[in-house]
């Protein structure tokens, strides 16, 4: 390749990958495949693009090409802090790489039990003997932990997932739960999707799909997940 021609090819990417940032949410997401298939490209502009993102953000486009390289490029990742790109402030103590990494890998089910651990620990000691969150326990989590585990669902999902995600849909049925659960793929045809092996633990699975939130016991563990305040402070989803 002569010099001109490699010039031409960097232009192409650099003005691919700020048309991508730039982007409208639809917009961005048709050239969701034109970025994977640029792998090659992004790897060698990848440590300036990357400075380029807040790292205390949410932008889910930073999240895309860090999954791309992950999957396609992954001696990029040798230089482990490319594995936990973004910040993820606890006031628990609590550390969230392991959740980062398996949402950088698309492990989408393991980050899922991870979710729910995570959960249990920020409710306290008794939620944790017990194995799950009571509704009532919700209000004293810690935001600034609620918001971390949120922002990395929406980054590393192309923003497809999230508490607040499932806030704003729930939002757009009205608020009712039962219309709720099919969008999101939660119910068919009136009857609960089985647990594991029935949920799609992928980017092809519905808006909202993830973070499961047991609903064995009743909505009131989810209403009060999503009308938390550092839920309802994202996007002006309040409820």
């Known amino acids: 390749m002569t010099l001109q021609e490699n010039q031409k090819n960097n232009d192409e990417l650099n003005n691919l990958v700020s048309k991508f940032i730039d ?5 961005r997401k048709n050239l969701v495949k034109e970025i994977e298939s640029s792998a090659e490209g992004l790897y060698h502009i990848a440590e300036d693009l990357l400075n380029k993102f807040d790292r205390n953000g949410d932008d889910w486009a930073c999240g895309w090409i860090l999954q791309v390289l992950k999957k396609y490029k992954p001696d990029f990742f040798k230089d482990n802090k490319y594995n936990y790109w973004f910040s993820t402030p606890s006031n628990q103590g609590i550390n969230y790489e392991e959740m980062q990494l398996k949402l950088l890998e698309q492990d989408f089910e393991e980050a899922d039990r991870l979710t729910s651990s995570y959960l249990r620990q920020l409710a306290g000691k008794v939620a944790e003997k017990r194995g799950y969150v009571f509704y009532s326990e919700v209000k004293s989590i ?17 923003g497809k997932f999230g508490f607040s995600t499932q806030a704003k849909l ?10 709720l659960w099919p969008k999101i793929g939660w119910k068919k045809n009136g009857i609960w999707t089985r647990y594991p092996s029935s949920f799609d633990w992928s980017l092809g699975a519905p ?3 993830m973070p499961l939130v047991n609903q064995l016991r009743g909505v009131r563990l989810m209403d009060s997940l999503l009308r938390h305040p550092s839920i309802a402070e994202r996007h002006d989803n309040c409820l």
């Open 23 to 27: 982007a409208s949410p639809r917009k």
């Open 142 to 158: 810690s935001g600034t932990d609620l918001t971390s585990i949120d922002r990395l669902w929406k980054i590393y999902s192309q």
């Open 170 to 179: 729930l939002k757009t049925v009205g608020k009712r739960y039962e219309l």
């Open 207 to 209: 808006d909202g799909h």
